[in-house]
């Protein structure tokens, strides 16, 4: 089963405004990572916050973590057409030598100009 | 500095046909995976290797074979290709371990006739 579950599946916004996508996530986790898709091309690590963290920031970025609530959420600030993509949340499983990343389904996101 | 190279980018197969898929990396990084991606499944790890010689299996193993005589590339075969293999692969590269984030390949549409 997957470890992180995104929310909503697709967001359509206008160019300009605030986007927001959530993560929910089962066990306990070392850290969340957050990844981009654009249309047929690989994923790009955007941000990775650590379960001792609640929010980090990167350019126009902010994710909060909240392991009480095993959730976190992703903040794209003033959407540019090029923040079209399908973003995906991802966790390390806290288990030893488990060498990967549990991915979610992501959340497709359209900037409409 | 490419990053993480994959070739082809599509390819068609008939059925019972094999083939590598190559991925190469100039980052020295120890850590390499393997996942396809496939619509309502997500990413899912088929193998990866934490250094030259050394390789394991992830969740979806059958069918598909790695080695890892270089750090350099990390090549997957289909040994004979099936309809259920039809998927985008991605290869990821990571210096210490996927917990601490990938870099990805563009990826590998594969379509098995």
């Known amino acids: 089963s997957q470890q992180g579950e995104e929310d909503p599946q697709a967001l359509s916004i206008q160019e300009g405004e605030n986007a927001t996508m959530n993560c929910s996530y089962k066990?306990?986790?070392?850290?969340l990572q957050w990844y981009r898709q654009n249309s047929g091309r690989g994923l790009v690590h955007l941000i990775l916050i650590r379960s001792n963290e609640r929010e980090k920031h990167s350019g126009r970025l902010r994710v909060t973590l909240d392991t009480s609530k095993k959730s976190s959420s992703l903040l794209i600030t003033a959407s540019r057409a090029a923040d079209t993509a399908s973003y995906f949340c991802?966790?390390?499983?806290?288990?030893?030598?488990?060498?990967?990343?549990?991915f979610g389904q992501g959340t497709r996101l359209t900037i409409n100009p | 500095n490419a990053g993480v190279t994959q070739t082809p980018k599509f390819q068609v197969l008939k059925t019972g046909q094999s083939m590598t898929l190559q991925c190469a990396q100039d980052m020295n990084h120890e850590y390499m995976s393997w996942y396809r991606q496939d619509p309502g499944m997500g990413l899912r790890l088929i193998h990866y290797s934490v250094g030259a010689g050394i390789t394991d299996q992830g969740e979806v193993p059958n069918g598909y074979n790695v080695s890892r005589s270089t750090t350099e590339d990390f090549p997957l075969r289909l040994l004979s290709a099936a309809p259920s293999q039809t998927s985008v692969y991605f290869c990821?590269?990571?210096?210490?371990?996927?917990?601490?984030?990938?870099?990805f390949g563009s990826g590998t549409r594969l379509t098995v006739v």
């Open positions: 990821a590269s990571s210096r210490q371990g996927p917990e601490y984030g990938y870099t």
């Open positions: 991802a966790t390390p499983p806290r288990i030893q030598g488990a060498q990967k990343l549990v």
């Open positions: 066990t306990s986790i070392n850290n």
